[in-house]
């Protein structure tokens, strides 16, 4: 099994940066992508930024140009850097470890924009 456990979450004026990171644990194999999903209330689940081997990288084309994902040299810990955050930008953000041998979620952790 893999854990993933998110910190950095909190309360943030509009304009402002969070740093969101990923701690990975566990019996992780080679071959997997790590990625943040947002959920914010009475909408879906959505993509915002994820890595996969090497450092291929993709965006939701909200985020492009504000937030940045990178990784650990060990590929462990997975980080997400938000920069000019909005409003619309509130939500959980989940980490995610995907892979063909299983995918795992991290709990989540709260993102609030707002003055």
């Known amino acids: 099994q893999v854990q993933l456990v998110e910190s950095g979450g909190g309360l943030v004026q509009p304009g402002g940066s969070l740093r969101l990171t990923c701690a990975a644990s566990g019996r992780i194999r080679s071959g997997y992508a790590m990625g943040w999903y947002r959920q914010a209330p009475g909408k879906e689940r959505e993509l915002v930024a994820r890595i996969a081997t090497g450092t291929r990288t993709n965006y939701a084309d909200s985020v492009k140009g504000r937030f940045l994902i990178s990784t650990n040299s060990a590929r462990t810990t997975v980080y997400l850097q938000m920069n000019d955050l909005k409003p619309e930008d509130t939500a959980v953000y989940y980490c995610?470890?995907?892979?063909?041998?299983?995918?795992?979620w991290g709990q989540g952790t709260q993102v609030t924009v707002s003055s």
């Open positions: 995610k470890l995907d892979s063909h041998w299983g995918d795992f």
